[in-house]
């Protein structure tokens, strides 16, 4: 497919990677589990992201280990033997020959073979960089190796001395996108721009919330996106100030909105969109009210995002359109800054404007670097998520606001001169929400 990463960048990463590494160390990473989901059946695989993003190996069962300097081969695959028997039942299996000749590893063996063999690749390195604490499985089998190293101390036997967190290095790295990780983002904005706008559509029919999650759905399949980038929130209504709902069962009613914060997974990139728009086609005039001031802190945000600003400088512009905007409908009262410093806009605001998005959908990286707030620089990706919700029950708010619940959310990837809006294709201003849905 076009999108698809070239083996070439997977070398260049795992490469980079090494570079980083200390002298005389080495990184073992294993591939995710397999998990059940109920009795013999098992949910869909998914690669672990830090796995797929050093081999673009799609198999459970595997362990990637990097020895920098080692004269048979600096980047090994522990993956799953060809077995016709099993692919018959299961599918194709890669197999050591094809772990080399198509994902570009420098040696491989077989899964069964692990405890034989890893552990003398263990033995007099100083450092292991491995993931601690996420599979507490293999953390204690990497452990059995460690102790069967020092048991032969005696023997002349050098077990390292120190184990550190792989993330460290590794998450750095993701966090800046090269030019092909920006194409697969695209194509994934694409397919979920197209889903977004099939679901307004699908609104004006009536229905239940669930019928748009599975226009959604759908959507995804039907361009090549095999599953969700996260679980589809369709919020109809006083559901639409639920931050994570779920449930998507209740039916659609006239003169209400729809919040839906929903995104594909494409080649395991995920796109993160929100756009909140009215059953019947047309925003009465309190939403109206409400979605221009969460549109025009989105606009403000989307103009902070450009290098030499910092991560908070985006959210930092949209609280304040967001709580001036409160304060000239009369929901807060007192000064803008009052209101800032007393943060009385929480019960209406009370996340952050964005998040990385990557290979995750809340995506690895630092927010911070020390105490300071991380930088802007060109391949960062993220979302702008402003809103605003005004709870059924909050009797502290004039009536006609209560139940009401907005977000809208673009993935955006910083340029060297700003930043590019991969989903500004799915209509967000009040005009072009009505045209869309009257179509």
Known sequence: MAATIPVKEFNERRRRLMDRMAPESIAILPAAPERVRNRDVLHPFRQDSDFHYLTGFNEPEA??????????????????????????????????????ENYGLDDAFPIADIDDILPGMIEGRSRVYYPLGKDTGFDARVMEWVKMIRSKVKSGAHPPGEFVALEHLLHDLRLYKSPAEIKVMAKAGEISCEAHKRAMKRARKGGYEYNLEAELIHTFMDHGARSTAYPSIVGSGANGCILHYIENSAPLKEGELVLIDAGCEYECYASDITRTFPVSGKFSPEQRALYEIVLSAQYAAI?????????????????????????????????LEDALEQQSYRPFFMHRTGHWLGMD???????????????????????????????????????????????????????????????????????????????
Not at 76 to 90: A, G, I, S, T, Y
Not at 364 to 375: F, I, L, M, S, T
């Open 63 to 100: 362990v990637l280990v990097l020895i920098p300097g080692r004269e048979h081969g600096e980047s090994v695959l522990f993956c799953r033997e060809r077995n016709p028997e099993k692919e018959l039942w299961d599918g194709f299996l890669v197999g050591q020959e094809g772990a080399i």
């Open 303 to 335: 103009d902070e995002i450009h290098p030499g600003n910092h991560w908070d400088h985006p959210h930092q512009a949209a609280l304040r359109v967001l709580t001036q905007g409160l304060i000239d409908l009369g929901i807060l009262s007192g000064t």
């Open 361 to 439: 959908v809340h995506d690895v990286g630092d927010y911070k670097v020390g105490d300071a707030w991380r930088q802007l620089e060109p391949g960062m990706a993220m979302t702008v998520e402003p809103g605003l919700y005004i709870a059924p029950d909050n009797m502290d708010v004039d009536e006609k606001w209560r139940g009401i619940g907005i977000r809208i959310e673009d993935d955006v990837v910083v340029t060297k001169d700003g930043c590019r809006n991969l989903t500004e294709a799915v209509p967000k201003t009040i005009p072009e929400i009505e045209a869309l849905m009257a179509d």
